[in-house]
């Protein structure tokens, strides 16, 4: 992306123009195809990410050691950390048939995530509304079903819409309350944490470097250009951060959620 944004300002430009939330729209320019059957830059990057997870895992673990090394090293630790700090730690051992779905959500929210930095990528498709929200609408339908299956479906409502211990005169209210909460407001807030963070951060990093490729043409505003340069390589190492960080949230998020689902509110 900031590589569109300067490609345009081979000579100093006339007035700043910042880069806004036109940035992250892609469904114009087709890579592949045309029309209905376009492949945005969005699309061919998701897609990407399963077939990068998937030649990781298959090239880690195509010749197993009992004392792993290198990349099978590496992917054992990332799935032993989900399994006991994830899983086991909020879940319990009923959440372990849950271990290959909440590193599949981890996995491919990180490298969406971590595309925001790589070079010659430098968008984090997670940035779009719509892989978030499909995110959150398959863990709406996962914590949903479990809960039915578990408990059954009477039982499942009756415990995420009337809280043990609350006195009767206050079951409409709360039936309200808690049916907005669980049923609309933990999709939506799960999606819009994960949009928000990784569109914040990408545009905050187009913002400086196209500031810096501005200031740099004028000797006077060198420094501020440098400033500016020094600033958004501090920002894009904290971008890792803030992508391995919502990737956390949004597994843990979802193993709550199912957690819940299985044990009911206690």
């Not at 298959?58 to 399994?83: K, M």
């Not at 420094?223 to 600033?231: D, H, K, Q, R």
Request: proline share 7%; charged share 10%.
């Amino acid at each position: 992306m900031l590589g569109s944004v300067l490609s345009g300002l081979s000579k100093p430009p006339q007035g700043f123009q910042p880069p806004g939330t036109d940035i992250f729209d892609y469904t114009k320019s087709c890579l592949i195809g045309h029309g209905s059957y376009c492949v945005t830059k969005v699309t061919f990057l998701m897609l990407a990410s399963f077939v990068l997870i998937g030649i990781l895992f298959l090239l880690a673990f195509r010749r197993p050691r009992i004392v792993p090394r290198g990349l099978q090293n590496v992917l054992e630790s990332i799935i032993e950390f989900i399994r006991n700090g994830i899983v086991v730690e909020v879940m319990g051992p009923d959440g372990l048939p849950f271990l290959p779905f909440l590193s599949t959500i981890f996995l491919f929210v990180f490298v969406n995530n971590i595309f925001s930095i790589i070079p010659g990528i430098q968008f984090p498709p997670t940035a779009r509304i719509a892989i978030p929200f499909f995110l959150a609408i398959v863990v709406w339908f996962v914590f949903n079903i479990v809960g039915i299956v578990k408990q059954g479906g009477w039982h499942y409502l009756r415990n995420e819409l009337f809280p043990q211990g609350l006195p009767r005169w206050l079951y409409p209210f709360m039936a309200v309350i808690e049916f907005v909460v669980v049923f609309v407001f933990r999709p939506v807030t799960l999606a819009l944490r994960l949009l928000g963070n990784m569109l914040a951060g990408h545009l905050m990093l187009a913002v400086l470097f196209t500031l810096t490729w501005y200031l740099q043409w004028k000797a006077i505003t060198i420094p501020i250009a440098v400033g500016s340069f020094t600033l958004g390589v501090f920002i894009t190492a904290l971008e890792v951060l803030v992508a391995v960080l919502q990737a956390y949230i949004f597994t843990i998020l979802t193993a709550v959620y199912i957690g819940e689902a299985i044990h009911g509110q206690h």
